[in-house]
């Protein structure tokens, strides 16, 4: 199995910053390591949604919603994800979720989640 562990949610007012990460440990397989890793959030009564991926060579992907306020970034070496969230609005308030695809079978693995908390 693969562990994640999230750390950084908090509460803001709108028009601040946070920064989210993420550590992966356990059975990475270091030969192969973890193809993808990214984060998902999930507000009350909605489904859950990708905010940003990134993969081991750096290519990235991020939801129109959150496209030049976030940026996702990844040390291979360590195994860690960090997540810049800044300008938050109101909206971007939700349980944010820490993801990674191992590289040796693509088994998905998710944190347990962090509360983003974002006042008007």
């Known amino acids: 199995q693969v562990q994640l562990v999230e750390s950084g949610g908090g509460s803001v007012q709108a028009g601040g910053s946070l920064r989210l990460s993420c550590a992966a440990s356990g059975r990475l397989f270091s030969a192969f390591g973890i193809a993808t890793m990214g984060w998902y959030r999930q507000a009350p009564g909605k489904q859950r949604d990708m905010v940003a991926t990134?993969?081991?060579?750096?290519?990235?992907l991020y939801a129109e919603s959150v496209k030049g306020r976030f940026t996702i970034s990844r040390d291979n070496a360590k195994n860690t994800a960090t997540l810049q969230m800044d300008s938050l609005k109101p909206e971007d308030t939700a349980v944010y979720y820490c993801n990674a695809v191992r590289a040796l079978d693509y088994n998905v693995f998710w944190g347990q989640g962090t509360q983003v908390t974002v006042s008007s």
């Open positions: 990134i993969t081991s060579g750096g290519s990235t």
